[in-house]
């Protein structure tokens, strides 16, 4: 297969405590735009994406992820990854055109570690802040941190083994990275594309957490920046500025007001279908995690909603 | 030091920090650099900084339903980051990091 049937990710859906809350951090910090609204449901962002919307905020009384969307070639692509889902096992639920707004139909299934996941070939086009024809090369009106894109998200659960199964041999993704105890896999980033991940695990006790919704900026001074508005507006902070060993990202993680993690990141490695995988022994997660200070830290390890 | 301040007392540790009614009981302890109460997200969406009020009066905010059960809230629970002091209060640590990433020697 010289292209793959899986473009990228595409949407996200998190659970917020208080939809207002949420919506001056994810638009007025994160810098993303409001683009629609419906019964409980803020749709946005960020100014580099051309489809509709990439976040979705509901409001419910827990935190945490509701599913997790990958934007797929065409309808042709959806049905060939629908039939291969079933045969793997997967109880398959249609969600009809239009339930998310300017969305086509979704197919929807749960994965081995608890996941609620989404593929979809169509999502209406809203076009980016700069334009197809001769564009500038950046936006000065952009709010906060001035996220470029949603980028990838970080899941916990239990059935690593069956998940990456799922990711590699039903929707075509490749394994870039992993971390492993001996010859037992405790994490494992995914990509469909070129980047060092489109997607990422561990292995958790819980089915179907979050650790972190991820966005991309630019440049390391983007990300010490957003660390600077982060001070400046009181945001709940994790950990960074700070760099990844695996995946060489330059990252910092914070909180949103209901407790969701963000992480805000630059740079990182090419993925290319030849590469070899990349191997993180346990002993040396400090240094795979946090290459700069080489300690791991209890909260980033065990804090997810 | 704030007049309307109140005295936080940590039953498990023994120690006592003094919160202004602006700051969660959380926060208030953060911001002194004290410790006892474990901290996780700060907005009420993990959990890990869940208490037991076993005097005083608090005022709360939105706590993820999936961390802090109505029994538990009945029973004077909470997430140290969504309540503020309007009193003197005593305190019962109960939440606590989990070890969530699942090592070799502990897989089931």
Redesign the interface.
Known sequence: MSQKDVLRPGHVCIRV??LEEALVHYRDRLGLIETERDEGRVYLKAWDEYDWFSIVLREA????LDFMGFKVRDKEALDRLTKGLEEFGCDIERIPDNELKHCGERVRFTIPTGHSIELYADKEYYGNSTGTRNPEAFIEDIKGMGAHRFDHCLL?GDDLDGTVKLFREVLGFDLTEQVV??D?Q?GAFLTCSNKAHDVAF?????KGKLHHVSFMLETWDEVLRAGDLMSKHDI?L?IGPTRHGITRGKTIYF???????NEVFAGGTTWYPDHPVITWD?AQLGKAIFYHDRQLN??F????? | MNNNNHDIFITDTGETYSASPEDTLLKGMERLGRKGIPVGCRGGGCGVCKVRILSGQVRKGRMSRDKLSEEEEAAGCVLACRVWAESDVTLAVIGQMGKAVRRKNVAS
């Open positions: 405590l208080d009384d827990s935190a945490g916990y105890d001996g037992f405790i561990i292995r958790n006790p819980e709940s994790d909180f949103d007001p209901s407790g969701n993690r346990a209890e909260r390890l065990e804090v997810t909603t």
